[in-house]
């Protein structure tokens, strides 16, 4: 059991020989009510600071991870990304990459924000382009060549179909 006052007290009893032992553990050292108030304001007054560091410390890993993940796209894609839009992400990763260097806050905000836009310009632009190549082969329907050839194909496989009835045995 742990009381109120953080004070653990453990007891067994060996069933073969009956014998009982207690055992009581208290704290090393207590803190006296003005040590925990002095301790409670050192932590209202750094508070601030304390905020800012984290501020500081989270940007700082939201830049790496950008950093790692930006990468990581731009190896995945290769050459499927057009080399204009490569280069200006390429320039905002180093941009951003500086900055994290430097530690310095407000420039690796900016740089994010930059990257980003890149990032999702080098999407639209993949994904644009891919949908270029698609409807390139779209107009000569499913690979065949333009003229009659297709059709023809197409009315000879439908000579070859079966209409059926079925009937389940169980």
Not at 26 to 42: F, H, I, N, Y
């Amino acid at each position: 059991d742990i009381d109120a006052n953080g004070i653990l007290s453990v007891s067994a009893k060996d069933k073969g020989s009956g014998k009982s032992t207690d055992i009581k553990i208290t704290g090393a050292s207590t803190l006296g009510s003005d040590e925990v108030d002095r301790m409670v304001s050192e932590a209202e007054k750094f508070a601030d600071e304390d905020k800012a560091k984290r501020e500081a410390v989270d940007t700082k890993n939201q830049a790496d991870s950008m950093v790692y993940q930006t990468e990581k796209q731009l190896s995945e894609l290769g050459d499927k990304v057009p080399a204009e839009v490569k280069g200006k992400v390429e320039a905002k990763l180093a941009d951003l990459k500086g900055a994290v260097e430097k530690d310095d806050l407000e420039a690796m905000k900016a740089a994010q924000e930059a990257l980003q836009q890149e990032v999702m310009a080098m999407g639209q632009a993949m994904y644009s382009e891919g949908g270029a190549e698609g409807a390139a082969a779209a107009p000569g329907g499913d690979g065949a060549p333009e003229g009659g050839e297709g059709a023809d194909a197409g009315a000879a496989a439908d000579e070859n179909v079966v209409d059926a009835d079925f009937k389940d045995a169980e």
